[in-house]
Structure formats: C-alpha cells, structure tokens
C-alpha cells in the first residue's frame, strides 16, 4: 500500500494519507465539481488502510470551507475511519479540527461531526 497524495486546487484540498505515519491530511477549499468522484479514492485509501494500520492513526482536517456535497464525502471519510477505530481498538484515531478562530461556521461544522461519529475528536484553534 502506498501513500496517497492529491495536489490541492482553488477548488479542492491538497491531500497526503502516509501509510507508514499514520498522518492523514485535508487541507484547503472542498468545492469540487464532482464530489463523490473527489472523495471517492480517499475512501478505497481508508478501506485498505483498515486492514493494517498504523499503531496511531492522526487525522488532521484544516478546511477554509467546504460546500453541502462536500460535508456529506467528508462524513463518509469520517465513517471510514470510525471502522478503523473499532476494527482496530487499541490503535488510536484521533481527529484535529483545525478552525480559524473567528470562523464559528467551521468550529460548528466539526462539532457536529464530533456530535455524529464515535472517534475522539479535538478542536483546534488557529491564531491569526
């Protein structure tokens, strides 16, 4: 299994899933065109990932915005590594959050998938 990399547009997040440190990253605009067809090898990344896993899983989601069809691929990310976590029980997921800290609409949306999913959740703020 190898790392997945996705360069970031003006319209979609750069991202890196590192097998081997366990570090998954989403960071930037999630305004795909299509987003299911964007989200789609992210999710195949985590199937596979479930099956050997790294001893700690760190999850780190740092977006500007995301749009309605967006929300719904991120919380099948989100679902995906919730199967990690009860497949592999004693191998820690934990999501950051990361909000900038005048950005309530963000710091919300993370606590309503922190609301939804049985991972460890943190919310972090970003100073200016």
């Known amino acids: 299994m190898e790392t997945l990399t996705i360069l ?3 319209k979609t997040p750069t991202v890196e899933m590192n097998v081997d440190s366990g570090i998954i990253e989403i960071k ?3 305004i795909p065109e299509n987003s299911i067809d964007f989200y789609r ?3 195949e990344w985590i199937d596979q990932y479930a099956d ?3 001893p700690e899983t760190k ?3 740092q977006l500007e915005y995301f749009n309605t069809s967006s929300s719904k691929c991120i919380l099948d990310v ?3 590594l919730e199967q990690v976590f009860k497949k592999n029980g004693d191998k820690g997921v934990v999501i950051n959050w990361f909000y900038e800290e005048d950005d309530e609409d963000m710091l919300e949306a993370g606590e309503d998938y922190q609301s939804i999913l049985k991972i460890p959740f943190k919310m972090i703020e970003l100073e200016e």
């Open 78 to 80: 989100f679902k995906k």
């Open 52 to 54: 050997s896993a790294a």
């Open 28 to 30: 930037g605009r999630s």
């Open 59 to 61: 999850v780190n989601i």
């Open 41 to 43: 090898p992210i999710v």
């Open 8 to 10: 970031g547009t003006p």
